[in-house]
């Protein structure tokens, strides 16, 4: 299949054939790379390892924001930030085929955020609206190769806020973040307590990554679990196995 890529910008793509760190990636790049492909798939830039906020400042100052300015792009550097915050691979595992359902597959490595058992119940989405390079679209966050493949080339900004019984700050942000979960991942190896309080746990511990992370760029979000299942099923076309959990609104601040 011929790929056609643009770069935005300069981009330095370099595969890493050792570990020589703490935070390992297969690709680094510099900047968005967009690919025209079926599906069409983006290689977001690289996460950064520091920053200037301390961890201290973004836990007193973090709160939930509910307006943020319509008319100001997200941009692709600080849409992967937050995902990789939110569920990115920070130490790539080789899954193992012949190992038993009950234990963990890594699904690609060890993440930002803690799982039970390292079974990694979610799948991420982005819905995208306005982040400067990319289209908007709903992708699907691949944490092990950091890049994001559309399953929707719709705005759906609009029907997913009236699915969340009309929180317009959804249809304010330039992008959301969204969970759905895979209980299965959790129940075989952990019955009904998976899904009853493992997988929530895990929730809250990829959630308030986002919340912090989004302090720390000088973004808002807020947390958002009120919404009617079904709609939002229907709205992000979500599959049989997927359950919708959460989605998180990020943009530029309204009002501080």
Same mark, same amino acid.
């Given at each position: ?17 050792? %570990? ?63 995902? &990789? ?93 969204? &969970? ?19 997988? %929530? ?20 979000? %807020? ?34």
């Amino acid at each position: 299949m011929k790929h056609l890529t643009w770069l935005i910008g300069l981009a330095a793509l370099t595969t890493l054939s050792a %570990c020589t760190g703490t935070t390992e990636t297969n690709e680094t790049l510099a900047v968005l790379t967009k690919v025209e492909d079926n599906p069409l798939t983006y290689i977001l830039p690289s996460p950064k390892f520091d920053g200037k906020v301390s961890v201290e400042s973004a836990l007193a100052n973090r709160r939930s924001y509910r307006s943020f300015q319509e008319d100001k792009a997200l941009s692709a550097e600080d849409l992967s930030q937050i995902l &990789w915050a939110a569920y990115g691979v920070t130490k790539f595992r080789e899954d193992n085929p012949d190992a038993p359902p009950n234990r963990p597959s890594f699904r690609g490595g060890l993440r930002t955020a803690p799982s039970a058992g390292a079974t990694y119940p979610f799948e991420i989405y982005a819905i995208v609206g306005n982040v400067t390079g990319i289209e908007p679209g709903v992708y699907r966050y691949i944490s092990d190769k950091h890049k994001l493949v559309r399953v929707m080339d719709q705005d759906v900004r609009e029907e997913l806020t009236v699915a969340a019984l009309g929180q317009v700050m959804i249809q304010q942000a330039p992008a959301t973040v969204f &969970w759905s979960a895979i209980f299965s991942r959790a129940e075989v190896r952990y019955g009904s307590r998976g899904r009853e309080r493992y997988v %929530c746990m895990d929730l809250g511990h990829s959630a308030q990554n986002v919340y912090l992370q989004a302090e720390a760029l000088g973004l808002g979000t %807020c947390a958002i679990g009120a919404f009617r299942d079904a709609d939002v099923v229907r709205v992000l076309q979500l599959p049989a196995e997927e359950e919708p959990l959460y989605m998180m609104p990020v943009g530029h601040i309204l009002v501080r």
